[in-house]
């Protein structure tokens, strides 16, 4: 048995799940089960009953679709009834539906499951597989995770490996992982930028290397837009050119559909290899009782065509934050890929042309996040043996009269951090103030973290947000003796009647194709207090 016990790093991905480990200061990816190391982030309930995890998972996602559960990186920490879930429910074959607190939840097997309770199946099988291997218990673990998540979804990352029985000793960012991988006792003093594209988020870093202080000066990113969005692409083309080719509409199909996937992300696989790739999927459908096979050719010319705007929308988020910076492209010394998606010869001939350099190739697209976390993981046994200095990633806020978004915490501010501000006087009974994550100006486009209700004996006193080292928030109050105590936010108990004037806001808003003026009579969570009764 080791001298320390085992630190995991995780890389918890939307389509893959990575797990690391140091022994003898050097990093190393931990083999899954089948040899590979990468697990496919994938829980199923086989036609049994059975729980299945990874490639088994993956492997029946064809034959029984609606009990096959992918992606679900993207439906944590969310609301069920946000326009954002609303959009992605059509890309999936299994149910999604409304768990207890509001949130998403999926129908497995039929079993509801939150997404913290899916996610934690695919970790739990990790630390099975990692203890196996190394032939130790391990317990503590450091989980990566997109730099642009909210503190929700972070919270729900947090629940999904304590359910899997880890001790998550910290969270930390993935772009901050892969420098972490690159830079790790390596002396460098140099500022880097980190392009991570996954399966389904996209996240940009710039860090400035001291040795092994790691200080992230600025970060950006799309929480939408990944490989996944890539495979939706190639998976509309081909519907629409069998649907122009047979009047076949496959759309309607659950079975094809998956089958459609499984070769369209294949097909883009192939494609950073070869030039052309002939999608063949014999009996795909029938037309009177008789075999209709799809057969539709895809060049790398095509697909570029296909998803040229998605690559442009990585740039114009990098551009955006060197502009923010006051930063050129020629200021970095080095520009590292990370993630799947950013093996794609169009992703980085354009990162190529945009920096003038040539991405780094030291640094593995697919391991680093989970190599860096294990690094931090490894760390925190010692004493300055690495020091991070991260930002938030997203401004933290309060709701204000008229449906308006009041930044407490900027983006990039250098965390951890704290700001106070002081409550509005109580008229009568509780003080309320509604707390929001995002960059819009109006809260209906932010994601809702909570509610905070203040005793009247706060109202008017000072309440400081304080953001930690992991980007998560606490919230404390200063009562009438001076006194400090933390407010927790209201979400899993707030009453029925709340939610259901939030949910019923949230669907009508998703239902609206355009919103021509800002909420009136006082906001959105007025007219929420008003049925509450408050």
């Known amino acids: 048995m080791s001298a320390k016990p085992i630190t995991l790093g995780v890389d918890f991905g939307t389509t893959n799940t990575c797990v690391a480990y140091v022994k003898g200061k050097v990093p190393r990816c931990v083999p899954t089960d089948k040899g590979s190391l990468v697990l496919p982030s994938v829980v199923a309930k086989s036609t049994k009953g059975e729980l299945l995890v990874g490639n088994v998972a993956k492997d029946q996602m064809v034959t029984n679709p609606k009990n096959t559960v992918y992606g679900v990186k993207r439906l944590i920490g969310r609301q069920f009834r946000s326009k954002t879930v609303e959009e992605l429910r059509k890309y999936f074959s299994y149910e999604i539906v409304e768990g207890e607190d509001g949130g998403c939840a999926v129908n497995l097997g039929g079993t509801v499951q939150s997404i913290p309770e899916v996610s934690s199946h695919i970790l739990s099988h990790c630390k099975k597989v990692s203890e196996a291997f190394l032939e130790e218990p391990i317990e503590d673990a450091v989980i990566a995770v997109p730099a642009y998540f909210t503190d929700s979804q972070r919270a729900a990352v947090k629940e999904a490996g304590k359910l899997a029985g880890f001790n998550v000793k910290r969270i930390i960012n993935e772009p901050t992982a892969a420098a972490l991988a690159y830079g790790f006792n390596r002396g460098f003093d140099q500022k880097i930028l980190v392009y991570d594209m996954g399966g389904g988020t996209f996240d940009v870093s710039i860090l400035q290397l001291h040795g092994n202080v790691f200080e992230v000066v600025a970060t950006g990113g799309d929480t939408f837009l990944g490989g996944v969005d890539f495979d939706n692409r190639i998976i509309d083309y081909v519907l629409e050119e069998f649907r122009r080719q047979t009047r076949i509409d496959l759309a309607t199909s659950p079975i094809a559909l998956q089958r459609i996937k499984s070769a369209s992300e294949t097909t883009k696989i192939d494609l950073s290899m070869m030039a052309n790739v002939m999608i063949e999927l014999p009996y795909i459908e029938s037309r009177r ?246």
């Open 289 to 534: 009782g008789k075999p209709v096979d799809l057969r539709i050719a895809l060049s790398r010319e095509k697909l570029n065509a296909l998803t040229g705007d998605l690559v442009d929308r990585t740039f114009q988020v990098v551009g955006n934050l060197l502009a923010e910076e006051s930063l050129r492209p020629t200021d970095l010394r080095e520009v590292l890929l990370v993630g799947g998606q950013s093996r794609m010869p169009l992703v980085q001939g354009k990162t190529h042309q945009y920096f003038g350099k040539l991405p780094r190739k030291g640094v593995h697209p697919d391991e680093s996040v989970a190599l860096g976390a294990a690094l931090l993981g490894e760390s925190l046994h010692e004493e300055d043996a690495v020091t991070l200095v991260d930002v938030l990633s997203v401004p933290i806020g309060i709701a204000l009269p008229g449906g308006r978004f009041r930044r407490i915490i900027e983006k990039n501010a250098s965390i951890p951090t704290a700001k106070s501000f002081r409550l509005p006087p109580a008229k009568s009974g509780d003080v309320e103030l509604d707390v929001f994550q995002g960059e819009a100006e109006q809260i209906v486009d932010n994601e809702y973290l909570g509610t905070l209700r203040f005793a009247p004996d706060l109202g008017g006193r000072k309440v400081t947000f304080q953001v930690d080292e992991e980007c998560m928030l606490r919230v404390t109050a200063e009562g009438t003796t001076g006194a400090a105590r933390e407010v927790l936010l209201a979400t899993k108990d707030t009453p029925q009647s709340l939610k259901e004037a939030w949910n019923e806001e949230m669907a009508r808003r998703a239902a609206e194709q355009s919103a021509a003026e800002p909420p009136r009579g006082g906001g959105l969570f007025a007219s929420i207090r008003r049925i509450w009764g408050g």
